[in-house]
């Protein structure tokens, strides 16, 4: 399942500048952002922190 929340978060970012930001490839980013990978708990409390959202706001709220 896409994770469209995570998606909207980025915005204009290009996919390349967030990746670079939160240490991981684009192509893992792309992953995790079409719900292909899911990230360890460490990398989703990056991305979460990074966006400053919690785990549960990008993770597991249904949208």
Known sequence: MRNEFLIS????KSRKAVAKD???TP???GLIERGERIPRPELMK?????Y?????E???DSR
């Open 22 to 24: 939160l240490r991981i």
């Open 27 to 29: 192509q893992a980013l």
């Open 52 to 56: 400053n959202k919690t785990v549960d």
């Open 9 to 12: 978060l980025r915005g204009q």
């Open 46 to 50: 990056r991305i979460a922190d990074y």
């Open 58 to 60: 990008i993770f597991f």
